[in-house]
Nanobody, 116 residues
């Protein structure tokens, strides 16, 4: 059973940076597609970024050029580097993994708040 634990959220001023980490246990990052989603208050959970096991990445249009997803197979972690943060980036950020069987896993989420 894959378990995901996010860390690195917090409060930051607009224009600042945060780095989110997702620690993976019970499975190997190298065998999973890894991703990040976010949910603003009162809204649905939206896609942010994805890194496939084959090395392909893609991003939501709203974060392109500002966010970078990466993975460290040795540490079994996935990270989301967020730069030039905007108030509209505020929300709970969730780490996501999909294994070789197509099973989805979610972390518990970490709060990111960007003040104007």
């Amino acid at each position: 059973q894959v378990q995901l634990v996010e860390s690195g959220g917090g409060l930051v001023q607009a224009g600042g940076s945060l780095r989110l980490s997702c620690a993976v246990s019970g499975g190997s990052v190298s065998r999973n597609d890894m991703g990040w989603y976010r949910q603003a208050p009162g809204k649905q959970r939206d896609f942010v970024a994805r890194s496939t096991r084959g090395g392909w990445t893609n991003y939501a249009d709203s974060v392109k050029g500002r966010f970078t997803i990466s993975r460290d197979n040795a540490k079994n972690t996935a990270t989301l580097q967020m730069n030039a943060l905007k108030p509209e980036d505020t929300g709970v950020y969730y780490c996501h993994a999909k294994d070789l069987l197509g099973v989805n896993y979610w972390g518990q989420g970490t709060q990111v708040t960007v003040s104007s």
